[in-house]
C-alpha cells in the first residue's frame, strides 16, 4: 500500500485505534510520545496513519475521495462519461 516512512514528531495518529473509531469512539491524536495514550499501543507496534495529498494519490483513492466528497454533480457526470475531468469555473469548488 503506502510507505509509512519514518515515525512521526509531534502529534500524531494511532492507526490501531483509528481502526476501531466507531467501536471505541477514540477519535483523537497523541500530541506526541512513542506511546498511544487511547490503547497503551507502541508507535512502532500500533503505526500510525499517513495524510497523503489528493494529487499524490493513487487513481483508486483519487476515485474513492471523489465519490465521498467531490460535489454530487461530478458523480453524475462520470456515470455518463467514465473518467472525465470535470473543471470549474468557480474557483470556489
Known amino acids: 500500500l503506502l510507505d509509512l516512512g519514518s515515525p512521526p514528531e509531534g502529534p500524531w495518529r494511532c492507526a490501531s485505534c483509528y481502526a476501531t473509531r466507531f467501536a471505541t469512539m477514540c477519535f483523537g ?10 490503547c497503551g499501543r507502541s508507535k512502532q507496534d500500533a503505526k500510525w496513519s499517513v495524510w497523503v495529498p489528493y494529487v499524490d494519490l493513487p487513481a483508486g483513492g483519487k476515485n474513492t475521495a471523489d465519490l465521498r466528497h467531490a460535489p454530487k454533480i461530478q458523480s453524475v457526470l462520470r456515470t455518463k462519461w467514465p473518467g472525465c475531468q470535470v473543471q470549474y469555473l468557480d474557483d470556489s469548488k
Open 29 to 38: 491524536q497523541n500530541e506526541g510520545g512513542d506511546t498511544c495514550q487511547h
